[in-house]
């Protein structure tokens, strides 16, 4: 069946650093893949999206490039804020349209 | 507009016993969703709804019932509470089953079962 892979975390980076979140999927046809954030004691928030394949995705200063060819879809910042610590969830949308989760990787970022 | 609300926020339960968590919307979203989350395993979805008087299973459904009585609630129940239903709950709304339409999450409810 349809799956999201995260890289395992926590990820901990001093601020103003380079943000990588590695998402693999596997899934049937070409889903709509997502990504979460999940600020500490919140809900899951829409970060950002793309619904084919090359498609950038893009908010607040974060990135992810839909990849057909190596089935990925890894998150980006250039410069990350203390603000931006949270809980960040990779997710696919399969073709019976529910919404499939990776597993949610921490970001930690120190000032 | 408040969007999602879950009551309660966190709650304890000893096995067996039951409860209800009540999730509600302001959006005149017609989809709704009970998703749990555990430690390593991200959110699973429980059950859902596709518009008032309708439910139906997702990945997790075992121990669970739900009700979609008014548009804007949708209930999940525990009849008899057992330690593994120990989670974080998420309700989820959203327009309809698209890409196009975001699911809005409301904010938890941590549930304890000892």
């Known amino acids: 069946g349809d799956s999201v892979t995260q890289m395992e975390g926590p990820v901990t980076l001093s601020e103003e650093a380079f943000l990588t979140i590695n998402c693999t999927y596997t899934?049937?046809?070409?889903?709509?893949l997502f990504w979460y954030v999940q600020y500490p004691g919140e809900g899951l928030q829409l970060l950002l999206k793309?619904?084919?394949?090359?498609d950038k995705g893009s908010n607040k200063g974060f990135e992810a490039t839909y990849r057909k060819e190596t089935t990925s879809f890894h998150l980006e910042k250039g410069s990350v804020q203390v603000s931006d610590s949270a809980v960040y969830f990779c997710?696919?949308?399969?073709?019976?349209?529910?919404?499939?989760f990776g597993q949610g990787t921490t970001l930690q970022v120190k000032p | 507009n408040a969007g999602v609300t879950q009551t309660p926020k966190f709650r304890v339960l000893k096995t067996g016993q039951s409860m209800t968590l009540l999730c509600a919307q302001d959006?005149?979203?017609?989809?709704m969703y009970w998703y749990r989350q555990d430690p390593g395993m991200g959110l699973r979805l429980i059950h859902y709804?596709?518009?008032?008087?309708?439910?139906a299973k997702g990945e997790v459904p075992d121990g669970y019932n739900v009700s979609r009585l008014k548009k804007q609630n949708f209930l999940l129940g525990l009849e008899s509470a057992a330690p593994s239903q120990t989670s974080v709950y998420f309700c989820?709304?959203?327009?309809?089953?698209?890409?196009?339409?975001?699911?809005?999450f409301g904010p938890g409810t941590r549930l304890t079962v000892t």
């Open positions: 989820a709304s959203s327009k309809g089953g698209t890409d196009t339409y975001e699911q809005y």
């Open positions: 899934a049937t046809g070409y889903p709509s």
């Open positions: 793309a619904t084919k394949a090359d």
């Open positions: 997710a696919l949308k399969s073709n019976t349209g529910k919404l499939i």
């Open positions: 959006m005149n979203h017609e989809y």
């Open positions: 709804s596709v518009g008032e008087g309708t439910t």
